[in-house]
């Protein structure tokens, strides 16, 4: 199809930028699609970053900016239990259904491994001792959030 052009992301919460998103295309190309938002979600700091989790530390920033504003923020938390949430948005025939994907962890005090992207360095998954950028990409991909959503979405055709 070769479109590359951006879709707009203007929502206030990841169900709402899935939704643009796959609307988007839905309306441009009348085809069956799916567009997903993710965000990591923070207990202690009532769901930020959230759906800002790209430009939490602003509209310029940096994933290793954005890390550094979100330990700023939580350096005196006891309560860091957060979640990387991922909400997919399937349009076909026209009607969009929405489904879910959730890993629970917390975040720790400082970045830990070079692996992964994002707010990796920072989020333990709940169950294992390491962070995301300490697993290989496989590990990580077992367990993701986006996977969790996929899998969910699978079920509708099976």
Same mark, same amino acid.
């Given at each position: 199809?070769?479109?590359?052009?951006?879709?707009?992301?203007?929502?206030?919460?990841?169900?709402? =930028?899935?939704?643009?998103?796959?609307?988007?295309?839905? =309306?441009?190309?009348?085809? $069956?699609?799916?567009?997903?938002?993710?965000?990591? /979600?923070?207990?202690?700091?009532?769901?930020?970053?959230?759906?800002?989790?790209?430009?939490?530390?602003?509209?310029?920033?940096? $994933?290793?900016? =954005?890390?550094?504003?979100?330990?700023? /923020?939580?350096?005196?938390?006891?309560?860091?239990?957060?979640?990387?949430?991922?909400?997919?948005?399937?349009?076909?025939?026209?009607?969009?259904?929405?489904?879910?994907?959730?890993?629970?962890?917390?975040?720790?005090?400082?970045?830990?491994?070079?692996?992964?992207?994002?707010?990796?360095?920072?989020?333990?998954?709940?169950?294992?001792?390491?962070?995301?950028?300490?697993?290989?990409?496989?590990?990580?991909?077992?367990?993701?959030?986006?996977?969790?959503?996929?899998?969910?979405?699978?079920?509708?055709?099976?």
């Amino acid at each position: 199809m070769g479109f590359t052009a951006e879709i707009p992301e203007t929502g206030l919460t990841l169900e709402e =930028n899935a939704l643009q998103k796959a609307l988007f295309i839905w =309306n441009t190309f009348h085809l $069956p699609c799916f567009a997903d938002d993710t965000g990591l /979600e923070v207990d202690g700091l009532d769901g930020a970053p959230g759906v800002f989790s790209a430009r939490y530390a602003g509209p310029s920033c940096t $994933p290793a900016d =954005n890390v550094r504003k979100l330990l700023e /923020e939580m350096k005196d938390m006891k309560d860091r239990t957060a979640r990387f949430r991922c909400v997919i948005a399937l349009i076909r025939r026209g009607e969009p259904v929405l489904f879910q994907g959730i890993v629970q962890g917390s975040i720790l005090y400082e970045p830990v491994g070079t692996g992964g992207f994002g707010y990796d360095p920072v989020f333990r998954p709940e169950g294992y001792d390491t962070s995301f950028a300490q697993m290989t990409e496989k590990e990580k991909n077992h367990i993701s959030h986006r996977k969790r959503a996929l899998e969910i979405m699978a079920l509708q055709f099976t």
